[in-house]
T-cell receptor
Framework: DGGITQSPKYLFRKEGQNVTLSCEQNLNHDAMYWYRQDPGQGLRLIYY???????QKGDIAEGYSVSREKKESFPLTVTSAQKNPTAFYLCASSAGTGEHEQYFGPGTRLTVT | GENVEQHPSTLSVQEGDSAVIKCTYSDSASNYFPWYKQELGKRPQLIIDIRSNVGEKKDQRIAVTLNKTAKHFSLHITETQPEDSAVYFC??????????????FGKGTKLTVNP
């Protein structure tokens, strides 16, 4: 559990502002993921990264951007183009292909007004 | 793409009874099926998983069954306890297609165990 962290726990922004959510892991995992969780919608994949300097769009990438400059870090930027940004955001990591268990961070609840 | 359907969306049982949650998937190439438990205000955690080369797996009071022909898998919890109350998510893997392997999650089942 303590191997993957997200900050902050709660985040408030005004409409039209970009905001960056932090995700760090010390599990030496190659793969990292960003999910969005809305009530009754399960976990929907935004972006994922298998290795440093490479990432792929998930099912709901529009309005989001990511970077993977370091193995330990996978920050998510919620841009002003995201129409409904208020949600609970979960980051996860896994050891990579062949090692499927995903370890989740504690999440960041973003509220945009 | 892969679609994972999960039923029921809510389930209420009496303490000591069994609970069953069912999921279906669409991609016959999926070969890994984990179940995650998310307690209120906490992160999802893996509770059990199954791979396509087995039909059933047990871990104390929880078990998962897989029917690859019918493309469905189920979570079984026996002798339920109040601490089993949580939201449970099933998921199915999508093999790499020019990218990385990823999971598709069901929408979740809120299980309530009444004392």
């Amino acid at each position: 559990d303590g191997g993957i962290t997200q900050s902050p726990k709660y985040l408030f922004r005004k409409e039209g502002q970009n905001v960056t959510l932090s995700c760090e892991q010390n599990l030496n995992h190659d793969a990292m993921y960003w999910y969005r969780q809305d009530p009754g919608q399960g976990l929907r994949l935004i972006y994922y990264s298998q290795i440093v300097n490479d990432f792929q769009k998930g099912d709901i990438a529009e309005g989001y951007s990511v970077s993977r400059e370091k193995k330990e870090s996978f920050p998510l930027t919620v841009t002003s183009a995201q129409k409904n940004p208020t949600a609970f955001y979960l980051c996860a990591s896994s050891a990579g292909t062949g090692e499927h268990e995903q370890y989740f961070g504690p999440g960041t609840r973003l509220t945009v007004t | 793409g892969e679609n994972v359907e999960q039923h029921p969306s809510t389930l209420s049982v009496q303490e000591g009874d069994s609970a069953v949650i069912k999921c279906t998937y669409s991609d016959s190439a999926s070969n890994y099926f984990p179940w995650y438990k998310q307690e209120l205000g906490k992160r999802p955690q893996l509770i059990i998983d199954i791979r396509s080369n087995v039909g059933e797996k047990k871990d104390q009071r929880i078990a998962v069954t897989l029917n690859k022909t019918a493309k469905h898998f189920s979570l079984h919890i026996t002798e339920t306890q109040p601490e089993d109350s949580a939201v449970y998510f099933c998921a199915a893997s999508i093999p790499p297609q020019g990218g990385s392997e990823k999971l598709v999650f069901g929408k979740g089942t809120k299980l309530t165990v009444n004392p």
